[in-house]
């Protein structure tokens, strides 16, 4: 039962340190690291699903974070669409 929810521990943090990163000017926007980060929650949601009895919790944190991955692109988007004038 703790494999989703190992996999639901790093997206956060570490999609909120790219924007910061790409705001900074340390990384150029990229989407290799949004779609990365999102496959996090989704192999989280997918395991939470097909287990029996299901991980609610663990299935409730996925799609707050897959909501949260919706963010993040769209961050990253504008960054891209800023940078290439």
Known sequence: MRLPRLLLVPQPPLSLAHVLAIRAGWVSPSWAPVFAL??????????????????????????LE????????????????????
Do not use: Q
């Not at 897959?66 to 004038?85: K, N, T």
């Open 38 to 63: 999102a496959a996090l929650p989704a192999a989280a949601l997918a395991i939470a699903l097909g287990r029996r009895p299901r991980d609610v919790g663990a299935t409730a944190i996925a799609v």
């Open 66 to 85: 897959l909501g949260w991955s919706a963010v993040h692109a769209a961050m990253v988007g504008m960054a891209i669409g800023i940078r290439s004038g």
